[in-house]
């Protein structure tokens, strides 16, 4: 190595290029880490989005059921319809329930899988509504 008409000595060239290699070292430790640190942020993001979606139609399968006229069978598929509606890109292999509980309480549960683009990374969502049975009753 020659700089500015002078030669380096032979332990500080070595020094020079150590340094250079340790560089690419580090960039190559730290940018894959990065990445990895920005596609789980991602992730994140997607699951609650997936979350609040899944909440949603657990919602409107409910609303659906407990309407008087309302049967669980409309609240299951006032639920897929809004999964179908809102989520199919977010949420894979997705499933409705509805039960009838004690008291003339309906239940809809709501679960599925966030979309994930992370390879291996699959976080499952689950939202569960239960709402009270209405239905006109004469008194007297």
Do not use: Y
């Not at 250079?20 to 640190?37: F, R, W």
């Not at 006229?69 to 897929?80: E, H, N, V």
């Amino acid at each position: 190595m020659v700089t500015s008409g002078r030669r380096l000595h032979p332990t500080l060239a070595r020094r020079c290029t150590l340094g250079e290699d340790g560089s690419v070292v580090e960039a190559t430790i730290a940018i894959p880490a990065a990445m990895l640190v920005i596609l789980l942020s991602v992730q994140i993001c997607l699951w609650a989005h997936a979350s609040t979606l899944a909440q949603a139609a657990a919602n409107r399968g409910d609303e659906s059921a407990c309407v008087e006229g309302g049967s669980l069978t409309s609240g299951i598929a006032a639920a897929q319809l809004a999964l179908t509606d809102t989520a199919k890109h977010v949420l894979t292999d997705t499933s409705v329930q509805a039960s009838l509980m004690p008291g003339d309480s309906v239940q809809v549960r709501v679960t599925g899988v966030a979309e994930s683009i992370v390879p291996g990374f699959h976080l499952s969502v689950s939202a569960v509504r239960v709402g009270a049975k209405q239905e006109f009753r004469v008194t007297g």
